[in-house]
């Protein structure tokens, strides 16, 4: 939390790699150019890997304070039980 009582908030989002184009394509989303303007994290292969996630949050910790992390809904349990740690300021 900043001294002015609002909180920053940093969000990152991922799809698997394999398959982006024909996403975009049948989707009408620009997923490729959301991943290239860095927007959208394509994790490597046909599946989102939860691992490479946990790796790339678990680094971001080390650069920012974080007072919670979270998942969203969908995700699934076993990747949940896994979320980072909060780290006090």
Avoid at 24 to 44: C, H, K, M, N
Avoid at 54 to 72: H, P, V
């Amino acid at each position: 939390m900043a001294g002015d009582g609002l909180y920053d908030a940093l969000c990152w989002f991922w799809c698997p790699e394999d398959g982006v184009h024909e996403r975009s394509q049948r989707d009408g989303v620009p997923y490729e150019d959301w991943v290239r303007d860095g927007f959208l994290i394509a994790t490597p292969g046909n599946v989102t890997d939860y691992a490479f996630v946990k790796a790339l949050i678990l680094e971001q910790a080390t650069k920012f304070r974080s007072a919670r992390s979270g998942m969203t809904a969908g995700t699934p349990r076993s990747s949940r039980s896994s979320s980072c740690r909060t780290v006090p300021r």
